[in-house]
């Protein structure tokens, strides 16, 4: 856990608190423990539970105490007097600092939106620290659309939506070592030098999605072992990888107490197997979906913001067991693959798309790629966690992603303006 220089010691509070987010960015929300925290802390056993009588009350206090020492950092930093500087400067703070500070300083931040899925007070602190993130960087573009750096036909909420997604997109990415402090802030600054074109906000709106032919067709499972994989998936969304147990797991798939085991030897195999079964049906469905549609933009759009705007209950299970998996990815490197390769596949299938777009014309060809399919993949993911959090709604989520396809890609631009 960074810290800051300080001439006097820490109260027994603070202490814990710090103890205890040493711990979260160690071995994760999920192994938070009152004699971890006390063994950390170099305190007696019994003294964190003296000052928070249950694990809930610690994380909370945790998340409280890292709430208030992001905001005491954030208002040392002096402020610019460029719009255009100032938000770049917001958006790239948390990547600002050392390698393992900044890393640490992101594990710490998805961890507790991780715990906000299944953990109701904490989901209320995150839900109020976003919408005041949010609030921030919304301010920060309508003060540089004030001063004539931002088209006014960007509505600044809307773009905070969209800016805040591919930076929670690129911590998440940093996290699994696919970018580093410095791609990051060279990313961020990359979108914001960009203002001046942005698209508008109002036609990305405009992109509304069409039900399909094979939209909700079902998926049912036809043998024990995959009735015990979908009865393991189905349990990680309702309560994270925590609550996945072989008599539960048995009981949920309506098979024998045994059966689970035969299969699968360890939960750690079990929650392997479900997480790639998850991942499987999902690649599916978009692909029966593109199947329905011909042209390539209205593939990425519909792969990017359909889904979640068609039928949010049916896609919210797999947001959730996507970020359950990026976690353990994090947690432990020698899964890291199982989530860096599902990334690349996207970007790999953005590339396929966007290429064709560049052979009809609609696309200039000195876009970069790499850097346009990385930006797009990020916000994608960082939008999918702000939605599972109830942080924005479906339409937001699809609006913000449409945008960001036509700012990547210079879709209200002549052709010829490339990134």
Do not use: K
Request: hydrophobic share 50%; aromatic share 6%; net charge negative.
């Amino acid at each position: 856990m960074p810290t800051g220089a300080t001439t006097q010691q820490p109260d027994r509070r603070t202490q814990i608190l710090d103890s205890t987010c040493r711990v979260i960015i160690r071995d994760g929300v999920d192994g938070i423990r009152s004699q971890s925290v006390a063994r950390e802390a170099g305190v007696s056993p019994a003294l964190p539970h003296y000052y928070y009588p249950t694990l809930e009350d610690l994380v909370v206090a945790a998340f409280g105490r890292t709430a208030q020492r992001e905001a005491e950092r954030e208002a040392g930093v002096a402020a610019s007097d460029d719009p255009v500087e100032a938000l770049g400067a917001l958006l790239a703070r948390p990547f600002d600092g050392a390698a393992a500070e900044v890393r640490e300083r992101w594990i710490l931040r998805t961890e507790f939106q991780r715990r906000a899925l299944f953990d109701v007070p904490v989901a209320e602190l995150e839900r109020a620290r976003a919408a005041a993130d949010l609030a921030r960087i919304a301010e920060a573009v309508a003060a540089a659309e004030l001063a004539g750096a931002v088209p006014d036909r960007v509505n600044p909420a809307a773009m905070a939506m969209r800016l805040a997604a591919l930076r929670d997109g690129l911590g998440w990415m940093l996290l699994l070592g696919l970018v580093d402090p410095p791609v990051a802030r060279a990313h961020l600054a990359e979108t914001v030098a960009a203002c001046g074109d942005w698209p508008s906000t109002a036609t990305a709106a405009a992109h509304r999605p069409r039900r399909g032919p094979h939209d909700r067709v079902a998926e049912a499972a036809h043998d024990s072992r995959s009735q015990i994989l979908d009865a393991a998936i189905a349990l990680i969304a309702e309560a994270g990888i925590a609550g996945v147990h072989f008599p539960v797991v048995a009981e949920r798939a309506g098979v024998s107490s045994s059966l689970p085991r035969y299969y699968f030897p360890t939960i750690r195999g079990l929650i392997a197997a479900a997480l790639d079964r998850n991942a499987e049906l999902t690649l599916a469905r978009v692909e029966r979906r593109a199947e329905a549609v011909a042209d390539p933009l209205e593939r990425l759009r519909d792969a990017y913001a359909y889904e979640v705007a068609l039928d949010a209950d049916l896609v919210r299970p797999n947001w959730v067991l996507w970020s359950e998996l990026q976690r353990q990815s994090i947690l432990h490197a020698d899964r890291r693959s199982q989530a860096v390769d599902r990334l690349r596949g996207w970007m790999a299938y953005d590339a396929e798309l966007i290429g064709a777009l560049q052979e009809d014309g609609r696309v200039a060809r000195d876009l970069d790629l790499t850097a346009a399919t990385m930006r797009l993949v990020a916000t994608l993911n960082g939008a999918g966690m702000l939605w599972i959090l109830g942080v924005i709604d479906p339409a937001s989520y699809a609006d913000a992603l449409n945008h960001a396809i036509d700012d990547e890609l210079a879709l209200a631009a002549p052709v010829g303006r490339g990134r």
